[in-house]
């Protein structure tokens, strides 16, 4: 199935589990969610095997695929669709010829040389940002802004979503700027309807 990036939910470990991880996921994906990265900085990989596992079931049917944050051996041992990696998660070649050809894999850029340096052939789609400064991600880079997230997608081989204070009033701003879709934590989780929350995103202005 071709990757459709139009909403990109990344989960939090605090923020999704509020209403439970996968009563959240599934809620979001109601709304629209097109993508579920698991994230979690601190859990085990056995845990995050587990909650991948448990995840992958609750999407079984709806065409949504399921990205693990980092660890490869999570991807690789819970059976989820792909692998997110930042810039400091290891070989993207090496990554790729681990999960083969069909996986989707991803990649966190934040500037030029980044995007410079990268080899498409290997990448499904990057993740640009931060756009606007956030509290859900510490130690971020300088914020984008959306001319600067409109000059990296300018620029960019591969399709990209954009990530970093995202909320459903600059869905269609970061359409504008290239961008195949927001990538969101804290507009849909911890959200009272994860439901609604996703949906907004989808509204015309
Ligand atoms: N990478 C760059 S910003 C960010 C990540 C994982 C967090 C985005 O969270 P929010 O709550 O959508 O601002
Ligand atoms: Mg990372």
């Not at 990344?10 to 979001?28: S, W, Y």
């Given at each position: 199935?071709?990757?459709?990036?139009?909403?990109?939910?990344?989960?939090?470990?605090?923020?999704?589990?509020?209403?439970?991880?996968?009563?959240?996921?599934?809620?979001?994906?109601?709304?629209?969610?097109?993508?579920?990265?698991?994230?979690?900085?601190?859990?085990?990989?056995?845990?995050?095997?587990?909650?991948?596992?448990?995840?992958?079931?609750?999407?079984?049917?709806?065409g949504v695929p399921l990205i693990v944050n980092d660890r490869l051996r999570v991807a690789l041992e819970s059976g989820a669709d792909g692998l997110h990696m930042g810039q400091d998660d290891g070989d993207v070649a090496a990554a790729r010829a681990a999960l083969g050809e069909h996986a989707i894999l991803g990649l966190s850029v934040q500037n030029h040389e980044q995007l410079s340096r990268l080899d498409p052939a290997a990448l499904d789609y990057l993740g640009f940002g931060p756009v606007f400064a956030t509290s859900t991600k510490r130690n971020h880079a300088t914020p984008l802004g959306f001319d600067g997230l409109a000059a990296l997608v300018a620029a960019s081989p591969l399709p990209a979503v954009a990530i970093g204070g995202l909320k459903a009033k600059h869905a269609a701003a970061v359409r504008a700027a290239g961008a195949k879709g927001p990538a969101v934590v804290s507009a849909i989780c911890g959200q009272p309807d994860a439901e609604a929350a996703a949906r907004a995103f989808f509204a015309k202005a």
């Open positions: 199935m071709p990757l459709d990036l139009s909403l990109y939910l990344v989960t939090d470990p605090e923020l999704c589990a509020r209403h439970g991880l996968v009563e959240t996921v599934v809620a979001a994906v109601r709304g629209g969610v097109t993508v579920v990265q698991l994230r979690d900085k601190h859990a085990s990989d056995d845990e995050m095997i587990d909650q991948a596992r448990r995840l992958k079931a609750a999407l079984a049917g709806s």
